[in-house]
């Protein structure tokens, strides 16, 4: 069980430590219990949106949208590439990755 929350708790910073994230807060005039949003209309509370042709979620939260993204890399091993996602998955796996000569 212990080792179980150590991969847990290391899996998560791991992703938070890789990508991006916006608030964008609600309207001052809009009174809904969820979000509201000029380009998606209205939301319920933790209902998550991934647009298309974008490697991001966006997520109804208590008082406004959150965007998370992937964030960009800088390699300087030559060893290494930035191999692109794969925009027909889900975020965070369609975000891309990077593969170092011995696994590529």
Do not use: H
């Amino acid at each position: 069980m212990k080792d179980s929350c150590l991969v847990l708790t290391l899996v998560t910073f791991i992703t938070l430590v890789d990508s991006w994230m916006a608030f964008s807060p609600n309207p001052e005039n809009y009174t809904g219990p969820g979000c509201y949003n000029k380009d998606y209309g209205e939301l319920s509370l933790s209902q998550e949106i991934q647009p298309n042709g974008v490697c991001m979620v966006i997520v109804c939260e208590r008082g406004g949208l959150s965007y998370r993204g992937c964030s960009s890399v800088d390699i300087d091993d030559e060893n290494c590439s930035v191999m692109p996602g794969n925009l027909s998955k889900p975020y965070p796996k369609c975000c891309y990755e990077i593969k170092c000569r011995d696994e590529l």
